[in-house]
């Protein structure tokens, strides 16, 4: 038996500045965050003032269509104060969107300033009209989202009553020299 070093056990390897969203639904995203230690105490050393004070924001952008299109670049499509906690759920993002979250604060010019960003994630489209702002899906949406019918068949396999997970067995029947390894058993 070997000991475990107590730094394994340390909580400072998930002290991480994190900002992660999750695809809920077509219309709804789960977003988390973490700020580490360290960056807390950055900032608030540089501002001297507490958290709430600096008015922690979350906002959400709408990614652009294709790589390197400015035309879309850093469209905001809704900011928000952070809500109490490490988590929260936002609605009303329109299906088939691809977007990505700033945390930040916003400074006493009513600049935001960004702290963390997020991956992209695009929610998936819907077939209902009820949850899709337009009501419509074109046709190579439909083709890309239908679900279509699998037939599986099921097929019977034969066991090996000498193999189990993790090793091979050797039969009890077996001779003895049948079980050494090497040579010529004759």
């Not at 109490?84 to 609605?91: A, D, I, V």
């Not at 299906?95 to 935001?112: H, K, M, R, T, W």
């Not at 209902?128 to 083709?143: A, F, H, I, V």
Request: aromatic content about 10%.
């Amino acid at each position: 038996m070997s000991p475990i070093p107590t730094q394994a056990l340390s909580t400072e390897s998930f002290d991480r500045d994190t900002l992660q969203l999750l695809v809920q639904s077509p219309s709804v995203l789960f977003a988390y965050w973490q700020l580490s230690t360290r960056t807390a105490r950055l900032i608030h050393e540089h501002f001297s003032a507490q958290w709430k004070a600096l008015q922690p924001t979350l906002r959400i952008y709408a990614a652009p269509e294709q790589e390197g299109d400015d035309s879309q670049r850093d469209r905001h499509i809704s900011q928000l104060p952070l809500p109490e906690g490490n988590s929260c759920f936002l609605s009303g993002v329109l299906p088939g969107q691809s977007c990505y979250a700033d945390l930040g604060i916003v400074n006493e010019l009513g600049q935001f300033l960004s702290l963390l960003r997020s991956n992209t994630v695009q929610t998936p489209y819907s077939l209902t009209s009820k949850e899709d702002s337009t009501g419509t899906l074109n046709q190579e949406q439909l083709e890309t989202y239908k679900l279509a019918p699998v037939s599986l068949k099921l097929s019977h396999t034969t066991t090996c009553e000498y193999f189990s997970a993790y090793s091979v067995y050797t039969p009890k029947s077996a001779y003895a020299a049948d079980t050494e390894s090497g040579g010529d058993t004759d």
